[in-house]
């Protein structure tokens, strides 16, 4: 998928389908070949009003079709800091 | 690519020569340093003005002896963050007295006019258009500063001394 | 304290009206990222993992109370109610919006502070120590210089576009709490024979991907010649320093690739061109910026008064005292440091209501004053000593009193994996791990200083090359893995840490510091010999052996 960080108020967002941009990563347009990475991260690129920093990040994809993040830096991007009930919320 | 000189969009009075281009009797040009120093002394002697671009990364050591006979100076910003003009503006104007047109050229944008100003450059090619019409505005953005160049503007350590001096002097 | 006056906040109010423009031209698209970027950054505006990062300068480490009470004001207002302080004395805030800095911004210059040149390529924060002005021994107040430095160099034009950032740090005392020789200009400021103030200079300090220990450029440079001995340098950096890897940019690559010897030639050369220009600083100039600086007005007061008497019985005040409390020059008085390093807590974070009463208490007991240290700690610099009971109550109420200073669990690290876009593994679970690990008092007393830094990526803004003990996260395979160092010094005697062996797993890391620190125990010649001189009488193998044997 791809991923980038919103302009105006940083918040994490991922490329949609639907040439747009989705906050969840539910929203993910998930790809498969180099190419059409490549093609997804110039559409996402393009938008540099939008969106800034884009780039390409894994996704796993479970069984059930749901998708979750392909490593630790987008599990954190996704689900939030590590550190636990020691920082104020 | 609009000139900025003056505060104002001017006409390029200079035509800009490239190196295998002949030169003109006479005319204003602005030509390559390495054009130049093949025949400094030729060229500086033709009649019209001449103009030599410096590139950002060769010492102006080497155009100093020819600086009393150019019009213009064209140094270069590759890229808006690469600052080494700055430091050939400042020595070409306060340590060489040059007098004639400083030309920034390169990737010229509105946020850094004033600290081309204060290098000593008076001449701009603004790569955007709105970037030219907003140049006196921008030049009037700040008006405390910090260090000393050879723009001839007051530092605050100083506009504080020229106050306490003042003050005591009223007493 | 320095006292900014209409022409500081004049300069600092046009710089917020430039950036509310700048803003505003990118979020219209009138300027692209890639034009808009270099320009944020020179506001301390970071993109990171997933949110804005806002870095704010709090020059040379000195706030007053109101200048804190702001930096509470925008943690509630702009941010997730913290903040967190950085080893270079300034505050990071990790959730802003673009969109709302211009104000954060217009309502931090109201009480006189800026983020000006707190990232970029180029001159950053003056650093001093956190005991600057209070200090027993000190020469003279070393911030009077770096508020001389940090004008010459705010805005700067000439020098705002580096080929790399640049970092100043100045010392005063013979013990050097401000770490110079690890930065691209050192300054020790000392008296020569003749008495006249001066500085040794070093240049070409540096941790990250290739760290250096700076080399003395010139012994003496008087303090009249300061800002044009600077220029000389920069100036000579600014034309010859690499631009064609950002890896091979910083000046201490420029120093090693020419030589001391040859780049302190250059850079003579240069400033016997400038030496009696317009920089040269008179007495009256100098004067000048002293006369804003004010001090408080000490009373004459007793070493041992009635109520530290009283106190002595309570063991847990004891404890802090003896920990976290220090000599300072007038008798009667002392420098009080604040833990940010709670049990099991990220370490340098504090929130906004803790910052609001550390205010509150710094205008009670210490005339206003609050210091912020490169090991992300706070100080109160002025605390009468009678009144230290009643503080401390105080502080260990909002968190902010355990006695870990200089132990170790008082762990310097940087944000790493969880907050930034560089790092490559995680840093603060690993401190908060850590400071569960050796959360007993009496254990830490026992094992003595130590200093441990955490670095999530060879950036090192955990400064890991000179901890004690360092920590480097890297990443393997898609692991969390960790290099440790030990034996390093950021102080005047600065070195850099040698590695243990192979790198370690993120579940690993605590029980090897454990293991490190069972064998310092069973090591060292007496229970005073530090950690880090039993490192440096025995050297890295018989550690290395420990703690690999069952690995």
């Not at chain 1, 969840?24 to 920093?53: K, M, Q, Y």
């Not at chain 3, 990171?48 to 004001?73: C, D, E, N």
């Not at chain 3, 229970?527 to 069952?550: I, N, Q, S």
Request: charged share 25%.
């Amino acid at each position: 998928m791809v991923t980038a960080n919103r302009t105006w108020d940083g918040v994490v967002i991922y490329r949609t389908a639907a040439h747009g941009w989705s906050a969840e990563l539910a929203g993910a347009a998930i790809v498969r070949t180099s190419d059409e990475a490549r093609a997804l991260l110039a559409e996402a690129v393009a938008d540099d009003v939008g969106a800034v920093g884009a780039y390409i990040a894994p996704v796993e994809i479970k069984n059930s079709g749901a998708i979750k993040p392909g490593n630790l830096r987008e599990h954190i991007r996704s689900e939030g800091l590590t550190i636990g009930p020691s920082v104020p919320a | 690519m609009p000139l900025v000189k003056s505060g104002r969009v001017a006409t390029d009075t200079f035509v800009h020569l490239a190196d295998d281009a002949e030169l003109p009797g006479d005319g204003a040009v602005l030509i390559s340093a390495a054009r130049f120093l093949e025949n400094p002394e030729a060229i500086s002697r033709r009649l019209g003005k001449t103009g030599v671009t410096w590139p950002n990364n060769r010492d102006v050591d080497d155009l100093v002896p020819y600086l009393d006979r150019l019009a213009m100076v064209a140094l270069v910003f590759p890229t808006f963050r690469d600052g080494r003009a700055y430091s050939q503006a400042r020595l070409l104007r306060e340590r060489y007295g040059f007098k004639g047109e400083l030309r920034a050229t390169g990737q010229v944008l509105r946020d850094q006019f004033l600290f081309m100003l204060r290098a000593g450059f008076d001449a701009f090619e603004v790569k955007k258009e709105a970037d030219a019409e907003a140049f006196t505005s921008t030049a009037k953005r700040y008006s405390v500063f910090y260090q000393p160049t050879g723009d001839g503007r007051l530092t605050a350590l100083h506009q504080r001394m020229q106050l306490r001096h003042s003050e005591s002097a009223g007493q | 304290m320095y006292a900014y006056d209409e022409l500081d906040r004049t300069l600092i109010n046009e710089r917020v009206s430039e950036f509310r423009d700048q803003v505003k031209r990118r979020l219209s698209g009138e300027l692209t990222e890639d034009e808009f970027k270099m320009l944020r950054l020179q506001n301390g505006v970071y993109l990171q993992l997933h949110a804005y990062m806002f870095r704010v300068a709090i020059p040379y480490g000195t706030l007053s109370s109101k200048q804190l009470r702001g930096l509470a004001h925008v943690a509630r207002r702009y941010d997730r109610g913290y903040g967190h302080f950085t080893t270079r004395q300034n505050i990071q805030y990790n959730w802003i919006k673009l969109a709302e800095l211009p104000d954060a911004l217009a309502d931090l210059a109201e009480v006189g502070i800026h983020s000006m040149q707190t990232s970029g390529n180029n001159t950053r924060n003056v650093t001093s120590d956190q005991w600057a002005g209070v200090a027993p021994g000190e020469i003279e107040d070393p911030r009077i210089w770096s508020e001389l430095l940090r004008q010459y160099t705010t805005l700067h034009p000439e020098f705002s576009f580096l080929p790399r950032k640049f970092k100043f740090a100045i010392t005063a005392s013979a013990h050097d709490r401000a770490a110079i020789k690890v930065h691209d200009i050192g300054l020790r400021l000392h008296k020569n024979a003749e008495g006249e103030t001066g500085f040794e200079v070093l240049v070409g300090g540096g941790l990250g991907r290739t760290p250096f220990i700076a080399k003395t450029i010139k012994p003496f440079v008087p303090g009249r010649d300061l800002l044009s001995y600077v220029e000389a340098i920069l100036r000579v950096y600014n034309q010859y320093g690499r631009r064609d890897n950002i890896y091979k940019a910083r000046i201490k690559i420029l120093v090693h690739e020419l030589g001391i010897e040859k780049f302190a030639q250059e850079v003579e050369e240069e400033w016997l061109q400038i030496r009696d220009s317009a920089l040269t600083l008179d007495e009256s100039v100098v004067e000048e910026v002293r006369s804003r600086f004010s001090y408080p007005v000490y009373e004459k007061l007793p070493h041992l008064p009635d109520e530290l008497k009283k106190a002595a019985h309570d063991p847990l005040f004891e404890r802090w005292r003896r920990n976290s409390v220090f000599p300072h020059k007038v008798p009667g008085y002392a420098i009080v440091t604040l833990s940010l390093k709670p049990i099991g807590g990220p370490p340098g974070d504090a929130t906004a209501e803790q910052m609001d009463t550390i205010a509150d208490l710094a205008d009670k007991y210490s005339f206003g004053e609050i210091r912020v240290g490169h090991e992300q700690n706070l100080a109160l610099p002025h605390v009468a000593r009678r009144d230290l009971p009643v503080l401390w109550k105080a502080l260990d109420k909002i968190g902010v009193a355990t006695p870990n200073v200089n132990l170790v669990s008082d762990i310097i690290a940087c944000p790493g994996l969880d907050y930034c876009s560089l790092a490559n593994a995680r840093s603060i679970p690993i401190a908060q791990e850590l400071t569960r690990r050796f959360a007993n008092h009496d254990t830490a007393d026992l094992i003595g200083r130590l200093h441990i830094n955490i670095s999530g990526c060879i950036n090192a803004c955990g400064h890991h090359h000179v901890g004690h003990i360092g920590i480097l996260g890297v990443e393997k395979n898609g692991e969390e893995f960790y290099q440790i160092t030990i034996g390093g010094r950021a102080d005047e005697n600065a070195e850099l840490g040698a590695l243990i062996g192979p790198a370690v797993k993120y579940g690993e890391v605590a029980d090897v510091i454990e293991d490190i620190v069972e064998a310092y125990l069973a090591l060292r010649a007496r229970p005073d010999e530090l950690f880090v001189d039993t490192v440096k009488r025995l050297g890295v193998e018989p550690f290395r052996e420990r703690v690999y044997a069952t690995r």
